[in-house]
């Protein structure tokens, strides 16, 4: 069982930036793949960004491409995402992920954050 806590949203100005967290419990953190999501209102759950169990293979969404990046600490139990050049459109509740693979499909996690709100001001 793993347990997952997102930090560090907010508002910010466009062109700003922000670093999420996610806090992960239990012993087996570093055996499992990490994803970001996130959910705009009205909108579905979509993928933004993932990272193997290593930290040597990361994915992300065109529409960040360039601009975020996923990292993660084993030795902490924490994943991390950088999120710079923020766009009004990056505004949503953030979720992190684990599961067996990075993937981009959400149906492939198996443990989920509460979110953490992202808002971005144009």
């Known amino acids: 069982q793993v347990q997952l806590v997102e930090s560090g949203g907010g508002l910010v100005q466009a062109g700003g930036s922000l670093r999420l967290s996610c806090a992960a419990s239990?012993?087996?953190?570093?055996?499992?793949?990490m994803g970001w999501f996130r959910q705009a209102p009205g909108k579905e759950r979509e993928f933004v960004a993932a990272?193997?169990?290593?930290?040597?293979?990361?994915f992300y969404a065109d529409s960040v491409k360039g601009r975020f990046t996923i990292s993660r600490d084993n030795a902490k139990n924490t994943v991390f995402l950088q999120m710079n050049s923020l766009k009004p459109e990056d505004t949503a509740v953030y979720y992190c992920?684990?599961?067996?693979?990075?993937?981009?499909?959400?149906?492939?996690?198996?443990?989920w954050g509460q979110g953490t709100q992202v808002t971005v001001s144009s």
């Open positions: 992920a684990a599961g067996p693979q990075a993937r981009y499909d959400s149906s492939r996690y198996t443990f």
């Open positions: 239990g012993r087996t953190f570093s055996s499992y793949a």
């Open positions: 990272i193997n169990w290593s930290g040597g293979n990361t």
